[in-house]
Nanobody
Framework: VQLQASGGGLVQAGGSLRLSCAASGRTLSSYVMGWFRQVPGKEREFVAAITRHGGSTYYVDFVKGRFTISRDNAKNTVYLQMNSLKPEDTAVYYC????????????????WGQGTQVTVSS
């Protein structure tokens, strides 16, 4: 599966962005989908995941209540709505597709998109 992330940009603290990840090559419902983020000098870290048909979602503690992951399998797209953004949310955000359990275990994924930069100014 190929993943194309978009929607990043520059926003002021307290603002919102919605990231999108369009998948091609295979049916999206075959995969658990998620988002990771990475800042220079640090490891990529888990942000959110959603099960194949959207029945369950998972978030890292520091985004709970602010970020919402969703998916539209008919459109082969997964979203990350980010509200109340903080400067510490600044990172490159990567969408991920996983056919196994690593994404639900928050440890990795089979496939990655190219990343989209999110910058939050104070």
């Amino acid at each position: 599966v190929q993943l194309q992330a978009s929607g990043g940009g520059l926003v002021q603290a307290g603002g919102s962005l919605r990231l999108s990840c369009a998948a091609s090559g295979r049916t999206l419902s075959s995969y658990v989908m998620g988002w990771f983020r990475q800042v220079p000098g640090k490891e990529r870290e888990f942000v959110a995941a959603i099960t194949r048909h959207g029945g369950s979602t998972y978030y890292v503690d520091f985004v709970k209540g602010r970020f919402t992951i969703s998916r539209d399998n008919a459109k082969n797209t997964v979203y990350l709505q980010m509200n109340s953004l903080k400067p510490e949310d600044t990172a490159v955000y990567y969408c991920a597709a996983d056919a196994g359990v690593r994404l639900l275990q928050q440890t990795g994924s089979d496939y990655w998109g190219q990343g989209t930069q999110v910058t939050v100014s104070s």
